[in-house]
């Protein structure tokens, strides 16, 4: 078996540090959907029958060129981007930052990507996997420099984003209520030159301690050795994590799980009715008062002519009545439509708006909207890295703040379009406030019906979804 970057090895007694934990096989399970939908028709595709049963009696062939026919509507997808991209209309903000650290607001990561950009790949994991993950390293440097010799060669602290699916373990202790990490392991693939100029992937697998890191690296023989260790200074393991939907320590759950199982719902709804079309497409020919054999040797098409000697004979077209299509397209608009209300609904609360100003204040503090939690969550790591960059280079950063948007999720009213009508704003006024708050996308047009000035317009969303019950 082939061991990749997002392998789940089942067999954990034999793997030494590649060894995945119990907690992490069972997590892992659950984000199979989400990432499949995440890889789009061809990983939808690959998956097969895991997620789009083969019919009883439906042959290999035929299933195989169904499943060619069948495409995703990205629904999970395309709403993930969208609530990742609403929050940072704006860049990250930083605060009370340090002058040593300042660096790190335009070159984060290792990669030289500003704190936005990074901030936006890790809202994208929170939303996949429930959680994101970073270490904050400190790149290894000649014995005897000193820390001014280090800050002359920018020698300093960086972020580096862990993918959920590659912390495969860990171990902690519980020390005056908190979780205290003594050991995680992180697997990786990585590309090194072979011979002149081929390539060759290198599966490691890299266990940090709080004084170390040991590094493992699969050999030829597919065993993986001991490769060398690394001193740690820090006295901590520096990762950092946030969570949208928290299931225990550095573990979670899809919070868009409900909106997966739609979205999986749809591509077998979509599958069974672009078989169907196709079946439909095709007529079959009914011939009725010729000899056996007759018909054998006869080749159906335009220009053709059928000869007979039997005045009753005949030859129609059988073809499909088009009521199950019907049937098809009304159960895929109303699949589009729940998986848009699905998607809207991370960006209200869940508490019921009350008359007081300080009940409302106590709703918004208990019920944090989904999309709420995770800026909540990813300001906090993000903080937590500037902390743990000062303590990498003796700098006290525990009075960083950091703030991704402060608007983005914060509507606590379930039907945000009545309470705005009420105000009595126009349909521009309208539609531009609701696009503001991203309920609805930049590509939405509006009709207004006519003969009803009073009523509430009609959105017309371009990819197919609406805001229609």
């Not at 195989?64 to 981007?81: C, D, E, S, W």
């Not at 573990?251 to 079946?279: F, G, M, Y």
């Not at 609701?434 to 590509?443: A, E």
């Not at 959105?459 to 979804?465: E, K, M, N, R, S």
């Amino acid at each position: 078996m082939a061991i990749t970057s997002k392998t789940v090895i089942p067999r954990a007694e034999s793997l030494g540090p590649a060894t995945p934990s119990i907690e992490y096989v069972k997590m892992s399970e659950g984000w199979r959907l989400p990432v499949a939908l995440w890889g789009g028709t061809e990983a939808m595709r690959k998956a097969g029958s895991t997620f789009l049963p083969q019919e009883h009696g439906e042959s290999d062939d035929a299933y195989k060129a169904r499943v060619g026919r069948t495409f995703l509507y990205p629904a999970l997808k395309n709403t993930i981007q969208r609530l990742a991209g609403q929050a940072f209309l704006k860049g990250v903000v930083v605060e009370n930052v340090p002058p040593e650290l300042e660096y790190l607001e335009h070159f984060f990561d290792s990669e030289g990507r500003s704190i936005t950009e990074v901030a936006y790949d890790l809202m994208i994991d929170q939303f996949r996997f429930g959680k994101a993950h970073g270490l904050v390293d400190y790149p290894a440097s000649t014995h005897n420099m000193t820390l001014a010799d280090e800050r002359a060669l920018k020698i300093r602290p960086y972020f580096t984003r862990v993918d959920p699916r590659d912390l495969i373990g860990w171990r902690a202790r519980r020390v005056g209520g908190a979780d205290i990490l003594d050991q995680i392991r992180i697997q990786e693939v990585l590309v090194e030159p072979y011979g002149d100029f081929g390539e060759i992937e290198v599966f490691r697998v890299r266990v940090f301690y709080p004084d170390r890191v040991d590094v493992y690296r699969l050999s030829e023989e597919r065993d993986l050795e001991f490769e060398q260790t690394v001193p740690f200074t820090l006295g901590e393991i520096p990762l950092v994590t946030a969570y949208a939907e928290k299931t225990g320590f550095l573990t979670s759950k899809c919070p868009l799980e409900d909106l997966a199982w739609l979205n999986l719902r749809h591509w077998q709804s979509s599958s069974d009715q672009n078989n169907i079309l196709h079946v439909a497409r095709v007529p079959i020919f009914f011939g009725r008062g010729f000899e056996e054999g007759e018909l054998n040797s006869v080749t159906f098409g335009a220009h053709r002519g059928i000869s007979t000697t039997n005045e009753n004979a005949d030859i129609t077209y059988v073809e499909h009545s088009g009521k199950a299509i019907g049937s098809g397209e009304k159960d895929l608009d109303r699949l589009e439509n729940q998986m848009h209300r699905a998607g809207a609904d991370l960006m209200v609360s869940k508490s019921v708006s009350r008359q007081t100003a300080s009940a409302r204040q106590t709703d918004r503090a208990e019920s944090m909207s989904v999309a709420q939690v995770v800026v909540v969550s990813l300001e906090r790591m993000l903080e937590n890295v500037y902390e743990l960059a000062g303590k990498w280079i003796g700098v006290d950063a525990s009075e960083v703040s950091v703030n991704v948007s402060p608007e983005f999720g914060i509507y606590d009213d379930p039907n945000p379009v009545d309470s705005l009508l009420k105000l009595g704003l126009s349909e521009e006024d309208l539609v531009s406030e609701l696009k503001r708050r991203g309920l609805i996308g930049d590509q939405v047009n509006t009709v207004m019906p006519q003969e009803k000035s009073d009523t509430a317009p009609n959105f017309d969303i371009g990819d197919g979804a609406s805001t229609d019950e």
